[in-house]
């Protein structure tokens, strides 16, 4: 397979926060529609990456191409557009709309400024809204207030927001801190459900969830690679146990 064949391509990726290299010389291929999950001890970077990848900070050296795109020197703004979705630790809901109108607003063509032309586009917007609300388990809670749901659904939410924009990466950093059992347990099955349609990358700390979730597992360390594959023998690497898996 050549790199041009990845979703994403991370080569030779280095940061540094005064003379610090959170990210040190890191290479990384990530398949169409796989779903990879990162974990590592705290510290190791993970979080910084995904920083770097959506835009939020610049990299010191390196490149990341998105479909062969090269991000590194574009603008946050510009690889939304191109379909890279982000979700952050921190829910970032609106909490006094519904979650109708939580998805709503977050429909790409909601933002034109020409009231006409987003009025015109009704009807699609709301079958999107529908489908996604479907998507993320909240179909039946449309009308209800963001701030009133659970913390869970509040997270799901958020990954609908993104996925009114159909990105074609989506990252989430720790999606199931704070769920409850059965909450995990939906967002496994919604997390397998999205990968079928674009690539996303999961900071994760929960070691069941990354064996249900994960097609293959990065194990960052001191902001480099430390083991890569299949979560069994990820998990059984001496090197892993003694840095991460051990504590
Ligand atoms: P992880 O998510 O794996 O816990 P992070 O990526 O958050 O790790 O952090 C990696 C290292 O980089 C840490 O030592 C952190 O303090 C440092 N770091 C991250 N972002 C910044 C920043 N904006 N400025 C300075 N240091 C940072
Ligand atoms: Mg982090």
Not at 22 to 49: F, H, M, S
Not at 103 to 114: C, D, I, K, T, Y
Not at 134 to 144: A, F, H, K, V
Request: hydrophobic content about 45%; glycine content about 8%.
């Amino acid at each position: 397979m050549s790199n041009t064949d990845f979703a994403l391509a991370v080569e030779d990726l280095s940061v540094s926060f005064d003379g610090f290299k959170a990210i040190d010389n890191l290479t990384l291929y990530i398949d169409r529609n796989e779903l990879r999950v990162i974990i590592g001890p705290n510290g190791a970077g993970k979080t910084t990456l995904l920083d770097l990848i959506c835009g939020k900070t610049r990299a010191s050296a390196g490149s990341i191409k998105f479909n062969n795109t090269e991000l590194t020197r574009m603008a946050e703004h510009r690889r939304v557009r191109l379909g890279i979705g982000r979700k952050f630790q921190t829910p970032s809901i609106y909490e006094n709309l519904s979650v109708f109108q939580n998805l709503e607003v977050s429909f790409p063509a909601g933002r034109s400024v020409l009231g006409a032309l987003a009025f015109k586009c009704t009807d699609k917007v709301k079958a999107r809204v529908q489908a996604v609300a479907e998507d993320i388990g909240l179909g039946d809670r449309l009308d209800i207030e963001a701030g009133l749901l659970s913390h869970g659904e509040k997270q799901w939410l958020e990954i609908g927001m993104l996925l009114m924009q159909e990105p074609e990466l989506l990252m989430l950093d720790e999606p199931i801190a704070g769920m409850s059992a059965r909450e995990r347990e939906l967002t496994a099955d919604l997390l397998k459900r999205i990968c079928r349609n674009r690539a996303v990358i999961v900071i994760e700390h929960d070691m069941d969830f990354v064996k249900r979730i994960a097609h293959k597992v990065t194990v960052m360390h001191q902001g480099k690679i430390l083991a890569e594959g299949p979560m069994e023998q990820v998990q059984a690497d001496p090197r892993v146990i003694d840095v991460y898996l051990g504590h």
